[in-house]
């Protein structure tokens, strides 16, 4: 019985250090994170962010205020509660527009990740977008990009009569 009780005391001793071991020593660091699921190039709101408080060591490099954040766009989509760092985020362009493409090879789709630069190639080798965005990678046959609008436009277009081919830059 008293090597029971002993045991139990040593597990429970240990289980406080433990605790112990991984409470912040220091003060908290307030991070921006997405509020709720977010989707790419839509300028942010207050309603769209929070602040939580991390740890130095859990708190990502490159977390914005909320200052640098309201107003800009997401390079990619981001889900409730993910950090917000200024590698996430790009200024918002009334200029640009977001397209979905059919891909003629799927296989590319697996090379891409949000913010990748692409050029979009459609039928006879014509260059459809020069200088275009990964926005989200949808599967291994659809991929989302932004262009500049008139090109997001002949993108469009093209994708409409069939597949298209995404040249990596």
């Known amino acids: 019985m008293i090597l029971h009780l002993r045991r139990f005391l040593a597990l429970l001793l240990a289980l406080v250090a433990a605790v112990l071991a991984v409470l912040p020593d ?15 190039d839509v300028p942010l709101t207050e309603a769209d962010i929070r602040e939580v408080a ?8 490159g977390a914005v205020s909320r200052a640098a954040a309201v107003g800009r766009g997401l390079v990619g989509a981001a889900r409730a509660g993910e950090p917000l760092t200024d ?17 003629a090879d ?13 050029e979009v190639v459609g039928a006879g080798a014509q260059v459809l977008a020069a200088d275009a965005s990964v926005v989200a990678v949808r599967d291994e046959e659809v991929v989302v990009v932004s262009a500049a609008r008139a090109a997001a436009r002949r993108v469009a277009a093209e ?3 069939g597949p298209v081919t995404l040249i990596l830059r």
Do not use: H, K, N, Q
Request: proline share 18%; net charge positive.
């Open 54 to 61: 991390m740890p130095p060591p859990l708190a990502p490099s």
């Open 159 to 161: 994708s409409l009569a």
């Open 106 to 118: 799927g296989g590319v789709a697996g090379l891409l990740r949000p913010g990748s630069r692409v």
């Open 26 to 40: 220091g003060p908290l660091v307030d991070v921006l994170v997405a509020a709720r699921d977010l989707p790419p």
């Open 87 to 103: 590698a996430r985020l790009a200024p918002v362009d009334p200029g640009v527009s977001a397209v979905a493409v059919r891909l």
